[in-house]
């Protein structure tokens, strides 16, 4: 009995149901009518569907025999594509492309661009689909014909929101099957695994130098960046004068621009690094477990580190040198709008590296495709830390399996009690918001005692504010009081020439407003009241809490940590700003004479504490 090709076409109302037989695709004349029937309808904006009735059959499978034209709706799909001379063919699947094992397995990897001659006798194929009869062999089979054909095509989930938009939209995802791909991978290219793979090998070379070697990479990198000084500038110049042409907020070009005097501040921030007491290997803890078995805590790096951050180039060299102290191999991925700055810093900074480590221990991602690809290697890349809008890292975390360290906000507040000595409150104000707008840790919201609302004081503040240019948005009190501007939201980063003000009952409506809408970044207290400074400090549950003295603090080089490597708001693993001892874990090394467990019946335990050598 012939196989039925079924096609319903659905206008408004109205349903047409067309039959064919399948040796009607034998024919040309028919194919040719076939084309020009689905240019018409198209042409009208109509949709055709087709669909294989699957209740004859006179092929088993496209893998088993080759007797009929399709078999399912897959080969159906293909065998459309072709004779229609499609752009594209999706697919569409229960799993997120093609995988190289079954994909419930974890050592299955994603194939994002199918070579033949690459995957073939790689990939091992699972179950059949939970739905339907083709499964991911006949998707594959399908695929490879109306690709060979001229037809590109997409395997990808059918369950993912709006895939097929995606793919249109030319995102990365599922698997692309092409007749040139063979083409599009030039030996030179190297993939995201081979990329963390190669920090990790030289990695593990950098730790095996000794501490003054390690040492003087950290000081060969600082000459080499006060000596490419003017390259440098000429670079972060381009960057920055492309940005304010694209329209970028000037607080994103703020953070993009070198200004005069940070290539010397980053060069001494290194060799302060270069100085500081070398983190790996130390000995944090000595037991003696029983006699002659020595168990001893020790200090490491944790492998690869994948950094990706918006807008700074000097958080490309903080981050570097940080990674060098630490005997971490890095991975790094700035924005667009830095890709000149970025680019320029990476080759200064991975020359100073000594052939015995290789530059490949620290790499430059410069393209968003790759981004996902090292998202999904949480085999070989150790933590995640994004540095930028609260929308990135947010995209990050809910994108990977990596544990991720960082922040999404940077909600800052400065609250002034009631006893104050205002001038000390006008000097911490005004540097914690006009010293660098743009910062994570600028003030966002100043928080008012409500018995100073008349105060002379507060008036100098506001108005030294103003003067400045600040743009000054009010909470619900202060809005009617001051008559100025409503905020539209109290947990809001400006990152900019503006802020929030509102009036508080108290020290503890200070803490709860804190807790309620502030980012648990910094926060800061003013007062010459010591016991109401304690109350702020013990219950304000935030990574850095201050007591007169300004947010701007809150940075891993003011903290004495060399640089850092971003602000965690997190709990696990780092808090605050992160300097090398937040890019550190520990291991465990025993020293024994032989001795054996054998059910604990030989061995006396003393558990003593020995001093650390």
């Known amino acids: 009995m012939e196989r039925l090709v079924l096609l319903l076409v659905r206008v408004a109302s109205w349903l047409f149901t067309t039959c064919y037989l399948t040796n009607d695709f034998e024919n040309p004349n028919f194919r040719e009518r076939l084309r020009e029937t689905v240019e018409s309808l198209l042409d009208l904006k109509v949709v055709p569907v087709f669909n294989e009735n699957d209740a004859i059959s006179t092929r088993k499978a496209p893998y088993e025999d080759s007797s009929g034209i399709f078999w399912d709706n897959d080969s159906l799909a293909g065998l459309l594509a072709i004779e229609l001379k499609a752009d594209l063919l999706v697919l569409l699947s229960d799993v997120d492309g093609l995988y190289s094992g079954p994909p419930s397995e974890p050592q299955s990897k994603i194939i ?22 083709g499964g991911m062999t006949a998707k594959v089979k399908a695929a490879f ?133 070398d983190p790996i290997n130390q000995i944090l803890k000595r037991t003696e477990v029983a006699e002659n078995l020595v168990l001893e805590k020790t200090s490491c790096p944790l492998g690869v580190l994948l950094i990706v951050f918006e807008s700074r180039p000097d958080a490309l060299v903080q981050i570097a040198s940080l990674a060098i102290r630490s005997g971490n191999g890095l991975l790094l991925k700035g924005g667009k709008e830095a890709m000149r700055s970025n680019t320029i810093l990476h080759k200064v900074i991975t020359d100073a590296l000594p052939g015995s480590v290789g530059k490949r221990l620290i790499g430059l991602v410069t393209s968003r495709d790759e981004i996902a690809d090292l ?106 009081v001051l008559s100025i501007p409503k905020a539209d939201s109290f947990h809001h980063e400006y990152s900019s020439m503006a802020c929030t003000v509102e009036f508080v009952d108290d020290v503890q409506s200070a803490i709860d407003h804190i807790h309620r809408y502030g980012s648990a970044h910094t926060d800061c207290i003013v007062t010459t009241d010591s016991k109401v400074a304690e109350t702020f400090l013990r219950q304000v549950d935030s990574a850095a809490v201050f007591h007169n003295a300004s947010t701007r603090f809150s940075d891993g080089a003011r ?28 291991r465990w090394i025993m020293r024994g004479s032989g001795q054996v467990v054998n059910g604990d019946k030989d061995v006396a335990y003393t558990h003593k504490n020995l001093p650390l050598q």
């Not at 504010?465 to 009010?474: A, D, H, P, R």
Request: aromatic share 4%; proline share 3%; hydrophobic share 40%.
């Open 112 to 133: 994002h661009t199918y070579i033949k001659e690459k995957h073939h006798s790689e990939i091992t194929f699972g179950d059949k689909s939970r739905v339907g009869r």
């Open 145 to 277: 014909v109306a690709s060979n054909s001229g037809t590109p095509v997409v395997i990808t989930s059918g369950f993912a929101s709006q895939s097929i938009l995606r793919v249109l939209q030319g995102e990365k995802i599922g698997t692309l099957f092409h007749k040139d791909a063979s083409l599009w991978e030039p030996s030179k290219d190297v993939s995201a695994r081979e990329m963390a793979v190669a920090a990790r090998e030289c990695s593990r070379r950098l730790q095996n130098l000794s501490s003054d070697e390690r040492k003087k990479i950290l000081l060969d990198v600082a000459d080499a960046l006060e000596a490419n000084e003017d390259l440098i500038r000429a670079e972060n110049e381009a960057d920055v004068l492309a940005a304010q042409d694209a329209g970028y907020e000037k607080s994103l070009v703020a953070r993009l621009t070198l200004k005069p005097g940070k290539i010397a501040s980053l060069a001494k921030s290194i060799r302060t690094l270069a100085h500081m007491e």
């Open 375 to 480: 998202l999904k290697l949480d085999d070989v890349i150790d933590l995640v830390i994004p540095r930028g809008s609260n929308k990135l890292v947010s995209q990050i975390k809910a994108s990977t399996k990596i544990p991720v360290l960082g922040h999404a906000d940077g909600v800052c507040h400065v609250y002034i009690d009631k006893s104050a000595d205002m001038d000390i409150a006008k000097r911490i104000v005004m540097d914690a918001k006009i010293d660098y707008p743009a910062a994570c840790n600028a003030m966002e919201t100043l928080l008012v005692h409500k018995d100073l609302i008349k105060s002379p004081g507060l008036d100098d503040i506001l108005i030294s504010l103003k003067t400045e240019g600040v743009s000054i948005y009010g909470g619900p009190v202060a809005h009617e």
């Open 559 to 586: 903290f004495g940590l060399g640089a850092e490597v971003g602000i965690s708001t997190g709990r696990i693993h780092a808090r605050g700003p992160v300097g090398v001892e937040g890019l550190l874990t520990t």
